[in-house]
């Protein structure tokens, strides 16, 4: 594909197409979804209302963790003894973060990055030594050992001569800290990208920037109305619908018209950037927080950011981003749990804030984690599907389930092709300035993106598909040239780039910039 355009369908050439499925939702559960459906031989039409991985996708912890969360509570043994039901849950999310753990590190190397990991284990806290080791010797026995934990007890002298735990509060308490190999996205965007083109080269048909709406359905077909950004419209026809939109799944649901119940849960999760000194690069640290929540410092780059929050989320969903509350518990939680760091609001370079598609459940007040397909069947929608609660670490396995699923009522049209999964990497040898120093994407490949790639603003070329936005604070002069080489491809006038670099600019503010907050609040 490289330096070759790739024809993109647009809403003209499917009016009044029928396909076996469409899933609506371009985020990676979505676009891993169309991908595997695609390779199984399914006609598949994959829609987004705004760019693809622009929602919940890019915005998460971005671990690809072993599972370990999913046992941490309070009081462990004792939770667990009161809810067995919530203990089998745990173990099979746990088993489906160790496999896909070590399917993405296998297949995908290039975009899973190892971080020497550390759990402190207090004299007075939940955990004891031994269940730590109970607890990594039960993960290692989820998945095939070739992708290993590396996990290790180390005592309290050891562990202290650690950069990352010396910095702990506390440490007159510690008693062990438990040291392994953990792994993080890199990055999110960027595999849900690539799954989109994996799924188009399968045969799939994807469109961005595209609203559709849930029609009826006759004779096994259910109508789906399409709408563009140019206020194009079309309609085509579904044997399945799959609604992979996440938090907004609710609100596409309830446009067709039908009264359903429920399905999900948002609970936001915020974070923090810093730069600590070197010795601290490649070391991470998992802890509770005061909420008895998981707590994390994690190295990105040259950079560590830390977090999340979970709190409830009702607010906009068009519009999330730190507020001055989420950053005054992150340092207040960072200054208790790390103090050794002395992270302060003006030690902090960005933010960024996710809401979690969990699943409504009455029974969990911060939604239930557990990954569930809904059929809609019983709310009226026969033929329609919706996912809660599947996290970016399992996107594969929630695709897998799509065609499970599908594979019991419909029949494919076309053959089954296989999937490599191999990452899609930025050009070589192409003559071509970098669009910043240090950042491993040229102008060639951002030509490749508008091109081939559905990029059509700034944000979603530096920060979804080049991965750069996170750790690069761009200039005039950088925005610039790249907003050339789109003007150029988009046909842009002067005025309208002009206007696209400055609504990079404040969706950079608004999106990751850091709040204002009270001035006791600051010196935290």
């Not at 563009?228 to 907004?248: F, H, K």
């Amino acid at each position: 594909m490289d330096g070759v355009t790739v024809e993109k369908p647009d809403l003209k050439m499917i009016n009044g197409r029928a396909f076996d499925v469409v899933v609506i939702g371009g985020g990676i559960v979505g676009a891993s979804s169309a991908r595997e459906a695609a390779a199984a031989g399914y006609s598949v039409l994959l829609v987004e209302k705004g760019d693809f991985a622009s929602g919940s996708t890019s915005r998460s912890s971005r671990l690809l963790h072993c599972g370990l969360r999913y046992f941490e509570a309070p009081d462990p043994l004792r939770y667990f003894a009161r809810h067995p039901a919530r203990f089998v849950t745990s173990l099979r999310m746990a088993r489906q973060a160790m496999h896909a753990r070590r399917e993405m590190v296998l297949t995908s190397p290039q975009r899973a990055r190892p971080i020497d990991f550390f759990f402190p284990i207090y004299a007075d806290g939940p955990y004891t030594p031994w269940q730590s080791d109970l607890a990594f010797g039960l993960l290692k026995r989820l998945a095939p050992a070739d992708v290993p934990l590396n996990y290790s007890r180390l005592s309290k002298d050891a562990a202290l001569e650690q950069p990352m735990v010396a910095v702990l509060a506390r440490t007159d308490q510690l008693r062990a800290a438990a040291r392994f190999t953990e792994y993080q996205f890199d990055w999110p965007e960027r595999i849900c990208i690539d799954a989109v083109l994996d799924a188009e080269e399968a045969g799939a048909v994807a469109l961005n920037y595209t609203r559709a709406a849930l029609g009826d359905a006759q004779g096994g077909m259910r109508k789906i109305a399409l709408q563009g950004p140019d206020g194009a419209t079309a309609q085509v026809a579904a044997r399945s619908v799959m609604s992979m939109a996440g938090i907004w799944i609710d609100d596409v649901l309830k446009g067709s018209g039908v009264k359903v119940q429920r399905r999900v849960f948002g609970t936001k999760g915020a974070h923090i950037v810093i730069r600590l000194p070197e010795r601290y690069r490649g070391q991470g640290i998992t802890t509770i927080n005061s909420h008895g929540e998981p707590f994390y410092c994690i190295p990105w780059h040259d950079l560590h950011y830390i977090g999340p929050t979970e709190t409830a989320y009702e607010g906009d969903l068009n519009d999330i981003h730190v507020d001055a509350a989420d950053l005054v518990f992150l340092l207040s939680e960072t200054a208790a749990l790390f103090p050794g760091l002395d992270v302060t609001r003006s030690d902090v370079l960005r933010t960024w804030a996710g809401v979690r598609p969990l699943t409504y459940d009455p029974a969990h007040p911060k939604g239930n984690r557990s990954r569930m397909l809904h059929d809609l069947a019983q709310d009226g929608l026969k033929g329609v599907f919706a996912m809660t609660g599947a996290p970016i670490m399992s996107h594969r396995g929630a695709g897998r389930e799509v065609v499970t699923k599908l594979r019991s009522a419909v029949t494919p049209e076309g053959s089954a092709t296989s999937l490599s999964y191999e990452p899609r990497l930025p050009l070589q040898d192409t003559n071509t300035p970098r669009i910043a120093p240090g950042i491993d994407y040229t102008l060639a490949d951002v030509r490749q993106a508008v091109r081939n790639e559905h990029a059509r603003s700034l944000m979603g070329v530096l920060y979804r598909r080049s991965g750069a936005g996170l750790r690069h604070a761009f200039s005039d002069d950088e925005l610039g040239r790249v907003a050339d080489v789109m003007a150029e491809e988009l046909h842009w006038s002067s005025k309208e780039k002009n206007k696209e670099v400055d609504r990079f600019k404040q969706q950079t503010e608004r999106l990751f910039g850091v709040p204002s907050v009270p001035e006791e609040a600051a010196k935290q």
